[in-house]
C-alpha cells in the first residue's frame, strides 16, 4: 500500500539486514510526527523484514510504516535476492533516485521525500539541538515500561516493579556506579566485523576500571566471554527476564530498551563504554553518559557525530585501529579496497603492517575451504599384512615442512596506551550517584539493596568465607 502524503512528508528506507538502526529509527519516528518507514526484505531476510515493521506500526500504527519484498527478476536463488534488496538500499543511501525501481516510486509518491536509513540519526540531532529536556522525555515515554499491554483481554501492567527486582537480584545497588563494557560479536565475515569488541581489551578495561575506582564494571551486551558481578551479558535470554514478559505483548529482546530506560531515570551513576554500535544509541538517548570507539578514516563517522555536543554525555574516542585480530584484518581488508581514499588506505598500511601474511582462518599452502581432502592411508593389523607388503610408512603431519609465521607483539594487536588510558579516565569520571553517603562512587544503603557474598574454598580445607559486599 502506497504512502500518503496526509500522513507523511518524508519516507525512511531501511534494508532488513539493517537491524542495528531499528531503535533509533523507532526514536526518530516517535519524535517527528510527519516521518514515515519502508523496510525492503528479500526473501531470505523476510521474517526480519516483517518483525521490523510490526516492531514500527506497533509504535506509530500502520500509515506510517509498509514493508516491500524485493526479488531478483532471473535468479531465485536466495543470495541473488538479498543483492538485489541491498542494491535497491544503495541507490536510496547515494541518492540515485532516477534510477530507483518505480515500485519505489509507486510506494512512495512524489511529493513525499524519500531519505535513507540516517536520516532518523539527523532527526533526532535536530530534536535535541532545540531542546534536550524535552526531547529527552519524549524518548523515554517512548521506551518506559509503565504501560506495556497485556497479552491476553485489555488494560496495561507497570512492569517496572518486576525489572527493579530483576536488578536487584542481579545485585545492582542503587547507589552505587557502573560502568556498562558493552560487547558486539558476530563471524569473521559479517559486514563490520571490525567493530565488533576485542575481548582481551575488555577484560584490561574491565580490571584496570576495578582496580584504580569505585566504579564498577559490568558486562553488557553480546557474551564475548567477559565475566563480570553483576552482569547484563545477554540478559535477554535467560530465564529470569524472559519470564517477566509472559503476561504482556512485548518481547523480551524489545523490552530491554525499557530495562536502561529504568536505569536512566532511576540510577544516576552510571556510563556505557562501546564500540560503534547502533545498540548503544538510545541508552545515551535515555540519558546514560556515553562512550563509543571508532576508529581514524571511519567512512560513516558522519552519522553518530551529528549527535555531539547536542545530545547530552554521548562523546566519542577515535583510535588509530581498532583492537583484536579479526577485527584488525577486516578493517585492514575493507581499508584496503581500490575504491576507498588514499587517505583511508594509507592509514591501514601504516597502521597494519605487522597484519602483512596473516589471514582469516587457517590455511597451508592455500586457503582452507570446508573439510581437507588429506585422507590418511589406512593402517593394517599384523595379521591382515602379507608377507610380502612393505610396512605403511608414516604419514606427513599437516604442518610438517610449513613455516610458521613470525611471532606479533601483542601490544599491536591492542589499542594504544593513550587512547586506552583517555578511555579508564573517562570512566572514572562516572558521576556520583545521588544520595550517596561516602567519598568514594556510591553506598551500599538505598532502597536497592544487596549484598553478594562469594564463597572462597580453601582445597586444603572445606572452611569459607563470605567476601564484603560491593
Given at each position: 500500500?502506497?504512502?500518503k502524503?496526509?500522513?507523511v512528508?518524508?519516507?525512511?528506507?531501511q534494508?532488513?539486514?539493517?537491524s542495528g538502526d531499528?531503535?533509533s529509527?523507532a526514536?526518530a519516528l516517535?519524535?517527528?510526527a510527519?516521518l514515515?518507514v519502508l523496510?525492503?526484505?528479500s526473501?531470505s531476510l523476510?521474517?526480519?523484514?516483517?518483525?521490523?515493521?510490526?516492531f514500527?506500526?506497533?509504535?506509530?500504527?500502520?500509515n506510517?510504516v509498509?514493508?516491500?519484498?524485493?526479488v531478483?527478476?532471473s535468479d531465485p536463488?536466495?543470495?541473488a535476492g538479498?543483492?538485489?534488496?541491498?542494491?535497491?538500499?544503495?541507490?536510496?543511501?547515494s541518492?540515485?533516485?532516477?534510477n530507483?525501481?518505480?515500485f519505489?516510486?509507486?510506494?512512495i509518491?512524489?511529493p513525499?521525500?524519500?531519505?535513507?536509513?540516517?536520516?532518523?540519526?539527523?532527526?533526532?540531532?535536530?530534536a535535541f539541538?532545540r531542546?534536550?529536556?524535552?526531547?529527552?522525555?519524549?524518548?523515554r515515554?517512548l521506551?518506559?515500561?509503565d504501560?506495556?499491554?497485556k497479552k491476553?483481554g485489555t488494560g496495561?501492567?507497570?512492569?517496572?516493579?518486576?525489572v527493579?527486582k530483576?536488578l536487584?537480584?542481579?545485585?545492582f545497588l542503587q547507589?552505587?556506579?557502573?560502568?556498562?563494557l558493552?560487547?558486539?560479536?558476530?563471524p569473521?565475515?559479517a559486514?563490520?566485523?571490525?567493530?565488533f569488541?576485542s575481548?582481551l581489551t575488555?577484560?584490561l578495561?574491565?580490571?584496570e576500571i576495578?582496580r584504580s575506582?569505585?566504579v564498577?564494571p559490568?558486562a553488557?551486551?553480546?557474551k564475548i566471554?567477559?565475566?563480570?558481578?553483576?552482569t547484563?551479558?545477554e540478559?535477554?535470554k535467560?530465564?529470569?527476564?524472559?519470564?517477566?514478559?509472559?503476561?504482556?505483548?512485548i518481547?523480551?529482546?524489545?523490552?530491554?530498551?525499557g530495562?536502561w530506560c529504568?536505569?536512566a531515570e532511576?540510577?544516576?551513576?552510571l556510563?556505557?563504554?562501546?564500540m560503534r554500535?547502533?545498540?548503544?544509541e538510545?541508552p545515551a538517548l535515555l540519558?546514560?553518559?556515553t562512550?563509543y570507539?571508532?576508529?581514524?578514516f571511519n567512512q560513516?563517522?558522519?552519522r553518530?557525530a551529528?549527535?555531539?555536543g547536542?545530545?547530552?554525555?554521548?562523546?566519542?574516542?577515535i583510535?588509530?585501529?581498532?583492537?583484536?585480530?579479526?577485527q584488525?584484518?577486516y578493517?585492514?581488508?575493507?581499508?584496503?579496497k581500490r575504491?576507498?581514499?588514499?587517505a583511508v588506505?594509507?592509514?591501514a598500511?601504516?597502521?597494519?603492517?605487522?597484519?602483512t601474511?596473516?589471514v582469516q582462518?587457517?590455511?597451508l599452502?592455500?586457503?582452507?575451504?570446508g573439510q581437507?581432502?588429506?585422507t590418511?592411508?589406512?593402517v593394517l593389523d599384523?595379521?591382515?599384512?602379507k608377507?610380502i607388503?612393505a610396512?605403511?610408512?608414516?604419514q606427513?603431519?599437516?604442518l610438517?615442512?610449513?613455516?610458521l609465521p613470525?611471532?606479533?607483539d601483542?601490544t599491536n594487536?591492542?589499542?594504544?596506551k593513550s587512547?586506552f588510558d583517555?578511555?579508564?579516565n573517562?570512566a572514572?569520571?562516572?558521576?556520583?550517584?545521588l544520595?550517596?553517603?561516602?567519598?568514594?562512587h556510591g553506598?551500599?544503603?538505598?532502597?536497592l539493596v544487596?549484598?553478594?557474598?562469594?564463597?572462597?574454598v580453601?582445597?586444603?580445607?572445606?572452611?569459607?568465607?563470605?567476601?564484603?559486599?560491593?
Open positions: 500500500m502506497p504512502f502524503s496526509v500522513h512528508e518524508e519516507v525512511l528506507v534494508g532488513a539486514h539493517m531499528r531503535n529509527i526514536t516517535k519524535l517527528k510527519k514515515g523496510v525492503l526484505y526473501p523476510r521474517a526480519q523484514g516483517l518483525e521490523l515493521e510490526n514500527y506500526k506497533s509504535i506509530v500504527g500502520p506510517r509498509a514493508s516491500l519484498q524485493i531478483h527478476s536463488s536466495l543470495a538479498e543483492k538485489c534488496m541491498k542494491d535497491v538500499y544503495r541507490l536510496v543511501s541518492r540515485d533516485f532516477k530507483l525501481p518505480s519505489m516510486r509507486t510506494t509518491p512524489s513525499i521525500r524519500i531519505c535513507s536509513a540516517t536520516f532518523g540519526t539527523g532527526v533526532i540531532a535536530d539541538a531542546n534536550a529536556r524535552t526531547t529527552r522525555e519524549s524518548t515515554e521506551w518506559r515500561l504501560k506495556v499491554p491476553a496495561v501492567i507497570d512492569k517496572r516493579p518486576a527493579r530483576f536487584l537480584d542481579r545485585g547507589k552505587r556506579a557502573y560502568v556498562f558493552f560487547a558486539k560479536e558476530g569473521r565475515r559486514e563490520k566485523a571490525h567493530h569488541t575481548i575488555w577484560r578495561l574491565q580490571e576495578a575506582s569505585s564498577i559490568v553488557a551486551g553480546d566471554g567477559l565475566r563480570t558481578l553483576p547484563l551479558a540478559f535477554w535467560d530465564a529470569d527476564w524472559t519470564k517477566l514478559w509472559s503476561d504482556v505483548t518481547d523480551p529482546r524489545s523490552a530491554q530498551l530495562l529504568l536505569l532511576e540510577c544516576t551513576g556510563s556505557i563504554i562501546g554500535s547502533g545498540m548503544i538510545v540519558g546514560i553518559r562512550l570507539l571508532e576508529e581514524k560513516q563517522a558522519e553518530m551529528k549527535w555531539i547536542k545530545v547530552p554525555g554521548f562523546e566519542r574516542q583510535v588509530d585501529k581498532p583492537a583484536g585480530i579479526k584488525q584484518l578493517w585492514k581488508s575493507e581499508s584496503l575504491y576507498m581514499p588514499n588506505s594509507n592509514h598500511k601504516n597502521n597494519g603492517a605487522h597484519l601474511g596473516m582462518g587457517f590455511r599452502g592455500r586457503p582452507f575451504r581437507t581432502r588429506f590418511p592411508a589406512p599384523e595379521p591382515q599384512r608377507p607388503e610396512l605403511t610408512p608414516p606427513p603431519t599437516f610438517a615442512n610449513t613455516r613470525a611471532p606479533i601483542a594487536l591492542q589499542l594504544a587512547e583517555r578511555i579508564v573517562w572514572k569520571a562516572t558521576p556520583t550517584p544520595g550517596a553517603t561516602t567519598n568514594v553506598s551500599i544503603q538505598g532502597s544487596a549484598v553478594v557474598k562469594e564463597e572462597v580453601d582445597q586444603g580445607s572445606k572452611d569459607s568465607r563470605s567476601s564484603d559486599s560491593h
